[in-house]
């Protein structure tokens, strides 16, 4: 069977010529343009914040004064080499937090101070406790009710 597809494919080659030798074959068509091949109108700006901000709604500003480890939610645990981190994000203000090497950073790399916590990657929960000794235990996957 093999030995009759080569001879096929010998015998639709021109004598004296390989396959190599066939000219380039040269499209016609137009290039479209990039509106025409990714339609964002309807779908999320992924370079927006995660929460309260993917279609331009009004976010309220947020300011220190306004943080409480209750409002936040895990939105994602990831691992590397070197540490865990946890990311948080604030329902009320859209506000991201990520909590790495016992400390839960906001804005620039500044750290909040007195927010401690730490987190299990098997148990896929992170923990984070304020300067007064409030507790909150969060496992990713899961919202808090109120």
């Known amino acids: ?85 946890a990311l948080f994000t604030d329902n009320s203000f859209g506000a991201s937090f990520i909590l790495r090497k016992d400390k839960l950073y906001f804005d620039k790399k500044k750290p909040l101070p007195g927010v401690t916590g730490y987190i299990n990657v098997k148990q896929k929960t992170a923990h984070l406790m304020s300067p007064d000794g409030d507790v909150q235990t969060y496992r990713l996957g899961e919202e808090i009710k109120e």
Request: aromatic share 6%; net charge positive.
């Open 1 to 85: 069977m093999l030995r009759g597809a080569l001879l096929l494919l010998a015998a639709t080659v021109a004598p004296g010529r390989c396959l190599a030798q066939n000219p380039a074959v040269i499209s016609t068509a137009t290039p479209s343009a990039p509106g025409s091949i990714y339609d964002a109108d309807k779908l999320r700006d992924p370079f927006m914040k995660t929460a309260g901000g993917g279609r331009g709604e009004t976010v309220k500003t947020f300011t220190m004064t306004d943080f409480n480890i209750h409002n936040l939610s895990l939105r994602a645990i990831m691992k590397d080499s070197a540490t865990a981190y």
